[in-house]
């Protein structure tokens, strides 16, 4: 399994004791793991997943929370920082949006209702 400097990024081998791209000590509380680095990637794939998902609310919750929660783990390493932020956004926007549509669904179906 690969591992990457939590400082940097940079992918570092086993037998490393220090990140040669920053300098930092390498240990085993400040590397992050292959599967831990790819949070930032599902967050964003989710993120533009809930551009659609919001219009359907049974997906949209799903979708948009789960966005958030990978978004927000991949925040914490420095690659690939940007595609976490912009999954962590599209998702909170369109969970804003899943919101807004459950509420004017239940509205609509009350009024009709009645």
């Known amino acids: 399994m690969n591992n990457f400097c939590k400082y940097c990024g940079k992918e570092l081998t086993e037998s490393q004791d220090i990140c040669l791209n ?20 599902r967050g964003f794939v989710l993120g533009i997943i809930s551009v659609i998902a919001w ?3 049974l997906f949209g919750y799903p979708v ?14 420095k690659t690939n920082k940007g595609l ?13 949006f899943t919101i807004i549509n459950s509420i004017v669904g239940a509205i609509i179906g009350v009024t009709n209702n009645y």
Do not use: H, M, R, W
Not at 64 to 74: D, L
Not at 84 to 96: K, M
């Open 22 to 41: 920053c300098g930092k000590k390498v240990d085993e509380t400040n590397t992050q793991t292959t599967t831990e680095n790819k949070n930032a990637i």
């Open 55 to 57: 219009i359907i609310p």
């Open 64 to 77: 948009t929370i789960c966005g958030i929660v990978f978004s927000a783990k991949g925040l914490n390493i």
């Open 84 to 96: 976490a932020i912009a999954g962590l956004v599209l998702s909170i926007i369109f969970l804003i």
